[in-house]
């Protein structure tokens, strides 16, 4: 049962283009979510994080967008650079969910 | 200086073998956890555990067990290994449940 769903494994992207990343989720008691970055033989960094009480959160040239009656959410990346090549992983929090439930991942390639 | 180390980065062994991966942060979190990656790269929770409670992912065999001497460690020890353990483990730790921290990961290969 994936409460965390992302549905594209992977996403290529021009160099200084925006790469949008996309998310669902299941259980409308996650008041959490976060983005993780992970490159090969490293383990996920923590990216950028949105409440359930917001609607967008914005770090730089990355931008979360939440949208609770979808249960949807996007990280976008503008303009996107070949060092952000990695996978991203979108993970929820809440509810009876006492721990990070991850998505399965979007492998982003920025071409120069 | 990391902040969550995991040892050994890479470890190989033979089924039936017993082997633990080792966790320390030095973040002060009071929480930790193990992560297990799967072929299908899903990253699924295996264990939480602070000072006062040890939280079991149901869906773990009782061949795994996790080990804390003490608060900045969680270690990882496995029973009879199969081949199906064979994965990438990743531990964590957070100061609240929200900003975790992960290790760069142990890719364990059962043969």
């Known amino acids: 049962d994936q409460q965390v769903k992302q549905n594209s494994p992977s996403l290529s992207v021009q160099e200084g283009r925006i790469s949008i990343l996309n998310c669902d989720y299941t259980?409308?008691?996650?008041?959490?979510f976060l983005w993780y970055k992970k490159y090969p033989a490293e383990g996920p960094t923590f990216l950028i994080s949105i409440s359930s009480i917001k609607d967008k959160n914005e770090d730089g040239r990355f931008t979360v967008f939440l949208n609770k009656s979808a249960k949807h959410l996007s990280l976008h990346i503008v303009p996107s650079q070949p060092g952000d090549s990695a996978v991203y992983f979108c993970?929820?929090?809440?509810?009876?969910?006492?721990?990070?439930?991850f998505g399965k991942g979007t492998k982003l390639s920025v071409k120069p | 200086d990391t902040a969550v180390s995991q040892t050994p980065k890479y470890l190989v062994t033979q089924m039936g073998n017993d082997k633990s991966i080792k966790c320390e942060q030095n973040?002060?979190?009071?929480?930790m956890y193990w992560y297990k990656q799967d072929s299908k790269k899903f990253l699924k929770i295996m264990f939480s555990y602070n000072n006062k409670e040890l939280i079991i992912n149901e869906t773990v065999p009782n061949r795994f067990s996790p080990k804390s001497p003490d608060k900045a460690h969680l270690n990882l020890h496995i029973n009879s290994l199969e081949l199906g353990d064979s994965a990438v483990y990743f531990c964590?730790?957070?100061?609240?449940?929200?900003?975790?921290?992960f290790g760069s990961g142990t890719r364990l290969t059962v043969v």
């Open positions: 993970a929820a929090i809440g509810g009876s969910q006492g721990n990070l439930i």
């Open positions: 259980n409308s008691m996650f008041d959490y």
């Open positions: 973040l002060g979190h009071d929480t």
């Open positions: 964590a730790s957070s100061p609240s449940g929200y900003g975790y921290t």
